[in-house]
């Protein structure tokens, strides 16, 4: 081996060494769900739970791991709930006699941001994604309000921004959040480009769902109103209980 090819070998393999020693001894944040700075032991205690899961933000030089929650109860008093249905029942034409579904998505893409096809995109972590085409988009919304709309819930697909796609195809329709005032009331600062859910019953008891299986009993059950006071009681117990930390 001659003199250079060594050093140039040795420059190689050095430089090798300080990027993996680099990215070894990144610091590690951990956030709550509304971010603020945790330990491990409060990291894993929630991840681990029922209530939240959690995702990881990998930047140059430090790595974010943060708790979400699953879903969240709580209960609008009558001013609040009078103000607010009164607002989308007048501007979003809002049946405020049913249980309200909302589907929420902050931005409502522009036709001609949607591929011609569907397609599925593999990643190297062995996950994927399907990117749909403007039809799947449309037809899958349809769907949605034919199927899970009864007699009592009403199915409504709010946005907060509109890119450039029309408000109603045919049948379907897309209804704006006039001053953010949902986002505003219920939204948990996800951040993580997940559609979230809004399940608000006429005497104004509210579910937000963020993560949370939509074929579990809890679910099912909360969407019909059904042993809603049980299923209050266990999560603010879950949720006192993860968030009473003593410093261990």
């Known amino acids: 081996m001659s003199l250079k090819l060594g050093r140039v070998l040795i420059l190689i393999?050095?430089?090798?060494?300080?990027?993996?020693?680099?990215?070894?001894?990144?610091?590690?944040?951990?956030?709550?769900?509304?971010?603020?700075?945790?330990?491990?032991?409060?990291?894993?205690?929630?991840?681990?739970?029922?209530?939240?899961?959690?995702?990881?933000?990998d930047l140059d030089t430090i790595i974010f791991k943060r708790v979400f929650l699953k879903y969240y109860m709580g209960h609008l008093d009558a001013t609040?709930?009078?103000q607010l249905f009164a607002l989308l029942k007048h501007r979003n034409g809002v049946d405020t006699s049913k249980t309200i579904f909302v589907h929420y998505k902050d931005t409502l893409p522009s036709i001609d941001s949607f591929p011609e096809k569907d397609s599925i995109?593999?990643?190297?972590?062995?996950?994927?994604?399907?990117?749909?085409s403007h039809k799947t988009f449309v037809n899958g919304h349809r769907n949605c309000e034919q199927s899970g709309s009864t007699k009592?819930?009403?199915?409504?697909?709010?946005?907060?921004?509109?890119?450039?796609?029309?408000?109603?195809?045919?049948?379907?329709?897309?209804?704006?959040?006039?001053?953010?005032?949902?986002?505003?009331?219920?939204?948990?600062?996800?951040?993580?480009?997940?559609?979230?859910?809004?399940?608000?019953?006429?005497?104004?008891?509210f579910v937000i769902n963020n993560g949370a299986s939509y074929s579990s009993k809890v679910w099912r059950d909360l969407k019909k109103h059904k042993n809603w006071d049980t299923h209050l009681k266990d999560f603010t117990r879950r949720f006192r209980s993860l968030n009473s930390y003593s410093g261990k």
């Open 13 to 57: 393999v050095s430089t090798f060494c300080l990027t993996t020693a680099s990215s070894q001894s990144k610091d590690i944040v951990y956030l709550d769900e509304g971010y603020q700075k945790i330990s491990k032991y409060e990291f894993d205690r929630k991840s681990n739970s029922k209530l939240y899961y959690a995702l990881q933000y």
């Open 152 to 205: 009592k819930i009403g199915i409504y697909h709010f946005f907060n921004f509109n890119a450039g796609h029309p408000i109603q195809i045919d049948k379907v329709k897309w209804h704006q959040d006039h001053h953010s005032l949902l986002r505003k009331l219920f939204y948990n600062k996800s951040d993580n480009n997940r559609n979230w859910t809004l399940l608000i019953h006429p005497n104004g008891d």
């Open 121 to 132: 995109v593999y990643f190297k972590n062995g996950k994927h994604r399907h990117i749909v």
């Open 80 to 82: 609040d709930k009078n």
